[in-house]
């Protein structure tokens, strides 16, 4: 499951497709993600994402069915975890930076858009110049659903906000 929660996280920490890939600065959107696996069994998750491109950071702000912050920076990933007071350091060189993937997006019609990273297909669903949904299926085989609501671009996000804190009293784990 993180491995899939780490592909949504790169799939719009950076930039999206709303002002024009080029345009597009900073990006806050409230977000739905579901995961289905192969018996139909499904979880949902729910936040707020924050992103800025010219410092290529993001933080996303899991709040259902449990608290998480996951703060990406350039190729690093800290997830402090409260229920299980823990923060995770890891690397995530495997994932694609969403500029990489629109760059080589293929537009095959008016919203819809494809890439492929690592022999995974995203679609990107877009509305009036904002993202919509981004799918894909896991090399699990969950098929991944991302919605976004309403969404902010180009305002200003301060630096503060993807600077994290971790309390004293909690495990910290290092994966690599």
Request: charged residues 25%; without cysteine.
């Amino acid at each position: 499951m993180k491995k899939t929660i780490f592909s949504f996280l790169f799939l719009t920490s950076s930039s999206l497709l709303t002002a024009g890939i080029n345009d597009l600065q900073t990006f806050e959107s409230n977000f739905k993600q579901t995961i289905i696996n192969d018996q139909n069994s499904h979880i949902t998750y729910a936040g707020k994402l924050y992103a800025k491109k010219d410092k290529n950071q993001a933080l996303w702000i899991y709040t259902n069915p449990i608290d998480k912050k996951i703060y990406y920076s350039k190729g690093r990933v800290v997830i402090i975890e409260p229920e299980l007071e823990q923060a995770i350091f890891a690397k995530l060189d495997k994932i694609p930076n969403i500029l990489s993937l629109l760059k080589q997006a293929k537009k095959i019609s008016n919203d819809t858009y494809i890439t492929t990273f690592n022999n995974t297909q995203y679609k990107i669903l877009v509305n009036k110049n904002q993202i919509t949904k981004i799918s894909y299926t896991d090399e699990l085989h969950n098929r991944v659903n991302i919605e976004f609501k309403n969404q902010k671009s180009n305002q200003n996000i301060s630096d503060s906000k993807f600077a994290y804190h971790i309390p004293s009293d909690y495990d910290i784990l290092e994966q690599k």
